[in-house]
């Protein structure tokens, strides 16, 4: 499958197209197909999205899982600071990013 | 250390108000991202893979305690509790949010700092050695001088547009601190036999991709045209770089490609085309700015503190360095915990590091391109007191170039430039080796994520490349690298290994040091003497 993610302009928080809008959690990406790239240049000429790029994913029981590690540490936060991740309480949360 | 006076401060103050303009103008859609980033980047703000992450310029690694508090200031309010000291004696965040940005640069222009020049195609923070006015090996001060090219190069409107960054050292001792020949203008202050004054310039040092080591273009440079003949170095690298090919526009390259011998002879010919324009900074110029590097008023007395706690013993042996002046000392406080994060301070240790400074190092402060702090003036009889404070802080761990001190880049954690994680690399090999790290002496070990070299993987002892191999993390192994007076690049050992795999590797190493190496011989010497050969089977068996 396809994802869609860019940064949050104000914030750069990490974002992934949802089919209807922008989320902080992979989980709630969707799958793209072709469309990405026109999803992700509409979306920016509104601001709602800097950078937007489409990735490749497989789609799990969790949710999309990134194909490069690249964008799974992107998807969670840094694997050296486990607070500061999205799932700070999910001890096997950094285990599933590599 | 260097005040600004009202010129400096104007400059600076109005660089935010710009930058403050710049920021609502792209959050407002007014101008795109392609418009706005090089906006940006020349305030020192990158979009990382998390956020956007702040470079602050620390000029020449120094700082004072209110400078220091603002850092901690900075890191609690608009990051998320901690900076990143970097290994070219800046600080940078990485949690940073576009829309408060400028109200960061405004904070930091209130303590004489600012994030200009931290980025892009232009000439970066000058860097200098750590215990500059401090240090009984040095022939003066290098921080004048460097503090001249900071002004004189900042808001340059030759040196804007640049074909790639440059980088500049000044260094005044024979001991280099600061990898200064890994530089792309490496300067080190020397005297000739008259007494004179003057330095000897290296061009074309650098790291990244194609890692060279500066050669000496010119013997002797009389201080009073420091700035003319810099002048004339960017010009032949700024006329005659290419500009197709990212990978190929430093100097380095430049150099390389003419020889250094027709680079030099390039340089002397623009030089003496410059000269008559006397764009060198007049002496009374400098004289005004080296009156604010004038050493502070020493107490004398000289008592030597009580060893008799085991554990200050070894971090007095290890961590603090001698002083110029009699009952005092340098004082090196080490960021790299057993398994924590090389180069991360907290904010809380940010100000205790600041109050340490003001109570007992004459206020003043340096970051290390080691990522370490030094407090560079410290009274002998305060030693103790001050480790007891580190101690309590988390900040005493006594592996000052020891495996340990691992210099390491933000890596895959952070950068969207990585390929492979540096971090955990790094707190696996400092947690393996901390109980024995004492035998093995100095070994200096550095670690980048990415060709790009940050983490200095070229100029260890032993040097660690995270590449991405069909999507997975893989780490090659170099020996025999070195970024101080006998400045070497180090080798490639063979085939690479996984993230646990280094980790052995480099233990099948130092058990082969340790099996070989001679009297007295730091690990660098006994690679030195039996070279690859000496490892490759242990590596590889």
Redesign the interface.
């Known amino acids: 499958m396809n994802i869609l993610t860019g940064?949050d302009?104000?914030?750069?928080?990490?974002i992934w197209w949802t089919g209807a809008g922008w989320s902080r959690h992979v989980a709630d990406a969707v799958d793209v197909g072709t469309t990405g790239e026109t999803t992700g240049a509409a979306e920016?000429a509104l601001?709602r999205v800097?950078?937007p790029y489409v990735i490749e994913a497989t789609d799990t029981a969790d949710g999309p899982r990134p194909?490069?590690?690249?964008d799974r540490?992107?998807a969670l936060?840094?694997?050296?600071?486990p607070d500061?991740t999205l799932k700070p309480d999910d001890a096997a949360a950094i285990a599933q990013v590599i | 250390m260097y005040k600004y006076d009202q010129y400096d401060q104007s400059i600076v103050d109005a660089r935010v108000d710009e930058f403050r303009d710049q920021a609502r103008r792209r959050l407002a859609g007014e101008i795109t991202e392609d418009q706005f980033k090089p906006l940006r980047l020349k305030n020192g703000l990158y979009l990382q893979l998390h956020a956007y992450m702040l470079r602050v310029a620390i000029p020449y690694g120094t700082l004072d305690s209110r400078q220091m508090r603002k850092l901690a200031y900075i890191a609690r309010t608009y990051d998320r509790g901690y900076g990143h000291f970097t290994t070219r004696q800046n600080i940078q965040y990485n949690w940073i949010k576009l829309e408060e940005a400028p109200d960061i640069l405004a904070d930091l222009a209130t303590v004489e700092m600012h994030a200009i020049q931290t980025s892009g195609e232009s000439i970066r923070n000058v860097s200098s050695d750590q215990y500059a006015g401090a240090s009984a090996d040095e022939i003066a001060d290098p921080r004048p001088w460097a503090e001249l090219i900071r002004q004189a190069t900042t808001f340059h409107p030759e040196f804007s547009y640049l074909p790639r960054k440059f980088k500049i050292a000044v260094i005044a001792s024979a001991e280099d601190r600061a990898a200064m020949r890994l530089h792309d203008i490496g300067l080190r202050l020397v005297a000739n036999d008259a007494g004179d004054l003057g330095f000897e310039v290296y061009v074309g040092g650098g790291m990244g991709r194609t890692p060279f080591i500066a050669p000496l273009i010119r013997a002797f440079l009389p201080v009073d045209h420091l700035f003319s003949y810099c002048e004339a170095v960017l010009r032949v690298w700024n006329r005659t770089a290419r500009r197709d090919n990212i990978h190929k526009q430093r100097v380095k390259i430049l150099v390389h490609q003419m020889g250094a011998e027709a680079f030099a002879a390039a340089v002397e010919a623009e030089w003496q085309e410059i000269l008559p324009n006397k764009s060198d900074v007049p002496r009374a110029e400098f004289d005004r700015i080296a009156a604010y590097f004038t050493p502070p008023a020493f107490e004398a007395g000289d008592r030597e503190p009580d060893r008799a706690d085991p554990d200050f013993a070894v971090w007095l042996d290890q961590n603090v360095k001698p002083h110029k002046h009699p009952g005092y000392a340098i004082v090196n406080i080490s960021l790299k915990p057993i398994g924590g994060i090389p180069g991360d301070a907290s904010a809380d240790q940010i100000d205790l590091m600041a109050d340490l400074a003001e109570r007992h190092s004459f206020d003043e402060l340096r970051v290390t391109h080691a990522q370490n702090i030094v407090l560079p003036h410290v009274r002998k009889a305060d030693l103790y007191t001050i480790w007891q404070a580190l101690v309590d802080a988390g900040l005493a761990e006594s592996n000052l170039d020891l495996i340990s001190d691992i210099i390491a880049c933000p890596g895959l954690d952070y950068c969207s430039l990585a390929n492979a994680r540096s971090i955990p690399v790094a707190q696996k090999i400092a947690t393996r080796f901390a109980g024995r790290q004492r035998d093995l002496g100095e070994l200096k070990l550095k670690i980048s994520g990415c060709i790009n070299a940050c983490g200095h993987h070229h100029a260890g002892h032993i040097g660690i490349l995270g590449v991405d191999k069909k999507g997975t993390e893989n780490y090659q192994l170099l020996l025999g690298g070195s970024g101080a007076e006998d400045a070497s690049l180090g080798k490639i050992t063979g085939p690479g290994f996984s993230e646990d795999g280094i980790v052995d590797a480099i233990e099948r190493v130092t058990d082969q040091y340790i099996a070989v190496r001679q009297d007295g011989e730091r690990f660098l010497d006994t690679y030195r003497r039996v070279g690859m050969d000496g490892f490759k089977e242990a590596i590889y068996g």
């Open positions: 940064n302009l104000p914030t750069g928080d990490v920016e601001r800097n950078n194909a490069h590690i690249k540490v992107r936060g840094p694997t050296v600071r500061l």
